[in-house]
């Protein structure tokens, strides 16, 4: 089991660039979930997906985020234009679908926009 | 609406020292409650879980927790802190139904002094 797989792991771009972030979920979880950390506002789900599709959208923070899951074993996550408060660790999870199924996280994909 | 308090932002104990992290949440019902900790530049890792029956469950590493319904607390419990245990660690909460979304307290750092 080679746990939940994210890149790049850290990513530094100019402010108005295009962010993709990609997450591999462990085979055979029906769930995926994106959480974003920072410093001031902690761990924050950003929406989270069941059997590729997205369930509840409700954290994207605004438009300029998107997510997709075209299959079940890849995830991005999308910031089309990026802005220096996007700047955080984004972390992908996954878990086998089921009430109460404990996430397993990614290392996460430490993002800085200048 | 589901939420977790952690009410120690940081934590410093000594090596060998027992160790209690709180965490208190509000929810209508009892939800699902979960540990986890996270190392420097890592993603998060389950420490342990509840969902029912025995109020105190046994976790990995040598930790455990007490579920207390009357007060509406889940705190973390070390008999013997090693200096390895420094981290920062998290208590969440997911909602039964809610497709295992996690809602996760602010986080405690915890230090160990030698």
């Known amino acids: 089991d080679a746990g939940v797989i994210q890149s790049p792991r850290h990513e530094v771009t100019e402010m108005g660039q295009e962010v993709t972030l990609r997450c591999k979920p462990i085979s055979g979880h029906n769930s995926l979930f994106w959480y974003r950390q920072t410093m001031m506002r902690g761990l924050e789900l950003l929406i989270y997906f069941n059997n590729n599709v997205p369930i509840d959208d409700s954290g994207m923070p605004e438009d300029r985020f998107s997510a997709k899951m075209p299959n079940a074993s890849f995830s991005t996550l999308k910031i089309q234009p990026s802005e220096p408060r996007d700047s955080a660790v984004y972390f992908c999870?996954?878990?086998?679908w089921g009430q109460g199924s404990p996430l397993h996280f990614g290392n996460g994909t430490r993002l800085t926009v200048t | 609406a589901q939420s977790v308090t952690q009410p120690d932002i940081h934590i410093t104990v000594s090596e060998g020292a027992s160790l209690e992290l709180r965490c208190n949440y509000s929810?209508?019902?009892?939800?699902?409650l979960f540990w986890y900790v996270q190392s420097p530049g890592q993603g998060l890792q389950l420490l342990l879980k509840y969902f029912s029956g025995d109020t105190l469950v046994q976790g990995i590493k040598g930790f455990e927790a007490e579920f207390k319904r009357s007060q509406s607390s889940f705190n973390l419990r070390k008999p013997s802190v090693h200096w390895s245990d420094a981290a920062e660690y998290f208590c969440?909460?997911?909602?039964?139904?809610?497709?295992?979304?996690?809602?996760f307290g602010q986080g405690t750092e915890l230090s160990v002094k030698p």
């Open positions: 929810y209508g019902a009892t939800p699902y």
């Open positions: 969440a909460v997911a909602g039964k139904n809610q497709g295992g979304k996690l809602i």
């Open positions: 999870a996954s878990s086998p």
